[in-house]
């Protein structure tokens, strides 16, 4: 018998929640387990959330939508397009059309009983690829900069545009149902955009400027105010002109994102929270109203219409607009692979078949079946593989040798502003806005964050970091953010610095040995000491060179940058670049 609606709520609160512990456990995109659940949980009739939840399953998929592409929008800086802006333009303009045609095209062929209308929905929603997926891959296998920039900004960008395109569509399928005219769809269709970039324009605006001149409101106030405001957007705008809402969240969120005002990475941190708490539950939801049968039903033209979007519709879209963007071969192949689709493409096509399903058009249930057939087929085939494909083709990073400091004091921005001159990704973490500010004016890339939140962790963009420093006063925060970071870097990638309340160092090896602990270092800057390099010329015991010369060895790194951690007993090797403290002692001192 079918749990009522606040079981059914708790039921995907409670199994969201235990699958994205598990994607983590087991370094997996949390959509895995997530559809595998919810289709276990609608096949057994532990949850159908069509029959508990009634008109009010649409209303909970739309809200949660609207804060997932506001969020989305919210991620994706200016610094992005830095490098590769007109790839990712392209690939969302020129590649999403022809991936819309292509898909469509093909749709039809193998489906006929879809109609050119039915066909032509469906290629809208495999447009978007979706940040809940591609964000976990890019991290968990470290493209090229650029690759990753162009993907995670089609994730963002190609969600309104597919959803729109949808919309476009899903109209024309549904005013032949109604004996509408062309004339009015097209209509309502410039006034959605219209509204959207309106709405959406002038709600980042309004937000940017309520964020800078209110700077005694509470952080936690802020970040309710802008969740509050990203629902009261979408609501109005679908009150307006239905299913605009899309557009406008999109646009405000990137609005918000690119005006930059104070305090927004406290909103980014809380809107992932937010945002990690939906999907998980939005996506059970949605998979319990698809039965595996379903998806079995579509037999062998399901396989043949997810294989050709894999290896012919997605290499097409992306040669095809990448042309003259500077990318080389390797990584448009790269780019041909990955596609993998999410929760925007389940929960929009679950919102037509519903609304579709209301007119009494069945269509409306094989396109939703269609688009969990592909989201399944392109998780479960390109998520597994894009790691061995990137090593394949030589598009991957190789070993990461970025830091993670956590910690904004002397001691975390001088070592800091010398690993990022020495070309060293760096991003360094702290809560107090002071500390970040100033190492942000030493050049250093900083956020204020809690880095002892793992549901804040998601959010960071880990990219090209392989270890992490723990450089607080603290000894118990920097014993924590080792323990938490540990899964993330491996043991061997982890120090943490020694102050008067560190334990012995069999429990944990320190940052600089018995060399040097934070007040000791902390003092020397103050008297002038400086973080410089030097190439080791001979081998020498490093205590040896700590003793006799007022240099006091940090780190070693070899030829390809990668660190190494100098215990007292360690020797330097000859070739290595060694990161020293420069104490400006006489060797006769």
């Given amino acids: 018998m079918p749990a009522d609606a606040l079981s059914s709520i708790a039921i995907t609160l409670v199994g969201g929640v235990a699958c994205q512990a598990i994607a983590r456990r087991l370094r997996m995109p949390a959509i895995v387990p997530l559809l595998i659940a919810g289709m276990a949980l609608g096949a057994t009739g532990i949850l159908a959330p069509s029959r508990t939840l009634g008109d009010g399953l649409p209303v909970i998929v739309g809200l949660a939508v609207a804060v997932i592409l506001f969020e989305g929008g919210l991620s994706l800086k200016s610094e992005s397009f830095r490098f590769a802006g007109r790839a990712i333009r392209r690939l969302v303009i020129v590649g999403a059309m022809l991936t819309w045609v292509a898909s469509a095209a093909l749709a039809h062929v193998l489906f006929p009983e879809l109609g050119v209308l039915a066909a032509a929905l469906f290629g809208a929603l495999v447009i978007v690829t979706g940040p809940t997926v591609i964000l976990p891959l890019l991290k968990s296998i470290n493209p090229r900069q650029r690759v990753a920039d162009v993907l995670r900004g089609e994730a ?15 109209e024309y399928l549904r ?25 959406g324009g002038a709600g980042a605006w309004i937000l940017d400027r309520l964020l800078r001149f209110q700077h005694d409101v509470a ?12 629902i009261g957007l979408y609501a109005l705008s679908e009150a307006a002109s239905h299913e605009s809402g899309v557009l406008t969240v999109t646009i405000a969120g990137f609005g918000l994102g690119w005006l930059h005002p104070p305090g927004i990475e406290d909103i980014e941190e809380f809107k992932g929270h937010v945002v990690g708490l939906l999907v998980s ?17 579509l037999g062998v033209p399901g396989i043949l219409l997810v294989a050709g979007l894999i290896v012919l519709v997605r290499p097409l879209s992306v040669f095809s607009s990448m042309v003259g963007t500077g990318l080389s071969l390797r990584e448009k192949l790269f780019l041909s692979w990955i596609a993998p689709r ?3 493409a389940a929960s929009v096509s679950s919102l037509f078949a519903m609304e579709l399903d209301r007119l009494g058009d069945p269509r409306g249930e094989v396109v939703r079946a269609l688009t969990f057939a592909v989201i399944v087929g392109t998780v479960l085939v390109q998520g597994p593989t894009a790691r061995f494909v990137g090593r394949l083709l030589g598009v991957l990073e190789g070993a990461a040798t970025g830091f993670l400091i956590v910690g904004g004091s002397a001691v975390g921005r001088v070592v800091g502003r010398a690993l990022h001159q020495a070309g060293h990704r760096v991003l360094l973490l702290d809560t107090n806005l002071s500390a970040v500010r ?7 890339p900083a956020r204020r964050a809690d880095a002892l939140d793992d549901a804040a962790m998601e959010s960071f963009d880990l990219d090209g970091l392989g270890a992490l420093l723990a450089v607080t006063p603290n000894d118990n925060v920097n014993r924590l953010a080792i323990r938490l970071y540990g899964p993330e870097f491996g043991s061997g990638n982890i120090r943490a610095i020694r102050t008067v309340e560190s334990p012995d160092e069999t429990t944990s090896p320190w940052l600089f040995g018995s060399r ?28 040896a060179v700590a003793s006799t010369t007022g240099m ?25 670049t060694i990161l020293y403290l420069d104490t400006h002692r006489d060797e006769s001192a």
């Fill in 156 to 170: 963002i960008l190609a969600d309104p545009v597919g959803a729109l395109l949808a919309v476009l569509a899903f």
């Fill in 516 to 543: 040097l602990d934070l007040g000791h270092m902390e003092r020397l800057l103050a008297e002038g000491a400086t973080v410089e390099a030097a190439t080791a010329d001979e081998a020498i015991a490093v205590e």
């Fill in 281 to 297: 539950m939005v996506f059970i939801l949605l998979a319990a109203e698809v039965h595996p049968s379903v998806l079995g039903d």
């Fill in 552 to 576: 006091i060895p940090l780190m070693a790194f070899d030829a390809e940058r990668r660190p190494r951690f100098l215990d007292d007993a360690a020797a330097l090797v000859v070739g290595e």
């Fill in 342 to 344: 999410g929760i925007v």
């Fill in 219 to 230: 952080p936690d106030l802020k970040n309710r105010t802008v969740l509050v405001a990203a």
């Fill in 175 to 199: 005013s032949t149902l109604m004996k509408e005219s062309t004339g009015d769809v097209l209509i309502e269709l410039a006034m959605r955009i219209g509204i959207g970039l309106l709405l």
């Fill in 438 to 444: 100033r190492a942000r004016e030493a050049g250093i």
